[in-house]
């Protein structure tokens, strides 16, 4: 939890608590806001509570504000639709490994990429993250855990990606360059997201 606090900023003191009922944490960079997380027991379901925590994060946000939830999960999806938010798009969960491919270790720097979902933007970056680059493609990443990735191509994402290793990547956009590679490697597609917004 402190990790998340402070690799994604979730503000506290606008984040809420329903004792003993549920929580929903709200992060903040400047003009933009991200629900890092909300959850109701399961007893406490269907009572409003979901709503009721949504609807005072919202009041102490900026005026964008993003989440992602489970494509499978339509009855946050009709709740967040009915807070005004909307679908901008898919993002997918990737696990895979593969054999090791050589890769140049790199200068720790960002990979200048925009629309990031907001776990991987650059504010989130651990300080002890890694880069490794190979012809046509460079991957920020610590553990098993991918960040930021850019490539010309699958093969170069492929390259990337056989660490050797497992590695999970995180909200990934759906047709993404690594999508594909990490298909092509026999990694597993964990689960599929949508991205929404509210903007206000």
């Avoid at 102490?60 to 807070?83: D, G, Q, R």
């Avoid at 997918?92 to 990031?116: F, I, K, N």
Wanted: net charge negative; charged share 25%; glycine share 8%.
């Amino acid at each position: 939890m402190r990790y998340m606090i402070d690799a994604w900023d979730i503000d506290l003191s606008k984040s809420r608590v329903a004792p003993d009922a549920g929580l929903a944490n709200l992060a903040i960079r400047g003009d933009r806001g991200w629900i890092g997380g909300i959850a109701v027991v399961p007893e406490q379901r269907r009572h409003g509570i979901g709503r009721a925590l949504m609807e005072a994060v919202l009041e102490l946000a900026p005026p964008t504000v993003l989440l992602e939830v489970i494509e499978a999960n339509e009855p946050a999806i009709k709740l967040y639709e009915s807070l005004g938010f909307v679908k901008t798009r898919v993002l997918e969960v990737w696990h895979v490994e593969a054999p090791e491919v050589p890769a140049e270790s790199a200068d720790r720097s960002t990979l200048g990429q925009a629309r990031l979902p907001w776990q991987r933007e650059d504010a989130s970056l651990p300080p002890d993250y890694e880069r490794i680059e190979v012809d046509g493609g460079a991957m920020l990443f610590r553990g098993a855990t991918v960040f930021q990735l850019e490539a010309r191509d699958e093969d170069a994402a492929a390259a990337l990606l056989s660490r050797g290793t497992a590695l999970n990547y995180v909200n990934v956009p759906e047709g993404d360059v690594a999508c594909g590679a990490m298909a092509r490697l026999g990694g597993g597609l964990r689960l599929k997201q949508f991205e929404m917004a509210l903007v206000r």
